[in-house]
């Protein structure tokens, strides 16, 4: 072993760990640090266990069962322990929507719509991208996530469509954000709504994408069947 113990005291500049173990054993020679540290450090000292059996010496990257170094783990320490994300974390039960027995891209879509992470006109507005702020849909209010899903006129039409639309009308007239609508909403619906919920939004989304990218007017009856089509995917 050659980590240096002391580096800043002269007399210990070439002192290694090998130096603190009896000679052919694996045991701490416990007069000897005791004769050159104070007794927090040798507890310290004594605390770190030396296994006979390890016969060589190894690095072990402790974040990893096998020992192994992985970016995976090292992303996950960074994260988790050595910076500070407190900012970039959001409130939500986040785990109801990975829970859901839906397609993968509506799950993907409903947790980028809780991040509000979504390109909408008016967050990219305050980017600074020269674009119109007004809904694609309606073509009145400023289109945020808010609006564009539950506010509109023409999503607004949809969901007096469907079916469970009475189950979520006491959220939608409390709520004011688009993420606490949704974890409401996945709280409160049994299973089965829930998804189709969740379906409904990513058509409504869709129906958006369809008309700005290829001036395709989809009807509300339409952005539901296909919604619903989604369950059979």
């Avoid at 390890?54 to 783990?73: C, P, T």
Wanted: hydrophobic residues 40%.
């Amino acid at each position: 072993m050659r980590n240096t113990l002391c580096s800043n005291t002269s007399p210990f500049d070439n002192l290694k760990v090998s130096d603190c173990i009896l000679l052919g054993e694996k045991v701490w020679n416990v007069p000897f640090l005791q004769s050159i540290f104070n007794s927090q450090i040798v507890n310290h000292v004594l605390n770190t266990p030396l296994y006979p059996y390890v016969q060589e010496d190894r690095l072990l990257w402790m974040k990893e069962n096998n020992g192994e170094y992985s970016v995976r783990s090292a992303y996950h320490l960074f994260m988790q322990e050595l910076f500070d994300v407190h900012h970039f974390k959001e409130q939500g039960a986040w785990e109801l929507i990975w829970k859901l027995k839906a397609p993968p891209k509506v799950k993907n879509f409903i947790w980028r719509l809780g991040r509000n992470v979504l390109p909408m006109r008016m967050r990219i507005k305050v980017k600074d991208v020269n674009c119109a702020p007004n809904c694609v849909l309606c073509d009145v209010n400023e289109e945020d996530s808010l609006h564009l899903f539950f506010c509109c006129s023409s999503s607004c039409n949809v969901w007096n469509m469907w079916e469970s639309y009475s189950k979520i009308c006491n959220i939608l007239s409390q709520e004011t954000s688009s993420a606490t609508i949704i974890f409401q909403a996945l709280q409160t619906l049994c299973a089965e709504d829930a998804i189709e919920f969740c379906c409904i939004l990513w058509s409504i989304w869709k129906q958006r994408n369809n008309k700005v990218w290829n001036d395709v007017t989809n009807v509300q009856p339409f952005v539901l069947a296909r919604a619903k089509s989604l369950l059979f995917d």
